[in-house]
Structures are given as structure tokens and as C-alpha cells.
């Protein structure tokens, strides 16, 4: 488990410009990220005997306006 902190000033802007290109820049505008985020993460594996084992992870980014989830499973043999 994590917490996270944005510590910028949350507008979602970002200027740019070419550098060969004099007088050419730009804003962009984009969704604001959240300022405070907790960051979860469960993971289990399972061994078998003969070299097999399973492994499932779940990560999550939990805040005020946003939910994100992400999953993994694998199936592993060693011999």
C-alpha cells in the first residue's frame, strides 16, 4: 500500500513549441489528475508439486473522481 501526492498546481495544461520554429507554441489542455491517490497492491501464488505454480496480482489506484484497476495471472513450470 501507497499513498501518492500531486504537488503541482493541478491545472492539466501544458504549453510546447519547436525550437525551429520560432513563434509556433502552443497550450494543450487535458483531463486534471487526481491530487491524492492510494495505491493498492495483493498478489498469491500457489506452488504444486511438480514444478507448476499460479500466480494472480491486483493493482489499484483509488481516489475521489477516479477508480483504476488493473489484474494479472500467470501459469509458470520449472523443471
Known amino acids: 500500500a501507497a499513498w501518492a501526492h500531486d504537488h503541482s498546481n493541478g491545472s492539466g495544461g501544458m504549453s510546447a513549441s519547436f525550437q525551429t520554429l520560432p513563434g509556433a507554441g502552443f497550450t494543450m489542455d487535458g483531463a486534471q489528475a487526481p491530487t491524492n491517490l492510494a495505491l493498492l497492491t495483493a498478489g498469491a501464488e500457489y ?6 505454480s499460479i500466480v494472480a496480482r491486483l493493482d489499484t ?19
Open 47 to 52: 506452488r504444486y508439486a511438480r514444478g507448476m
Open 61 to 79: 489506484e483509488l481516489s475521489a473522481t477516479s477508480r483504476t484497476y488493473a489484474g494479472t495471472a500467470t501459469v509458470r513450470y520449472s523443471w
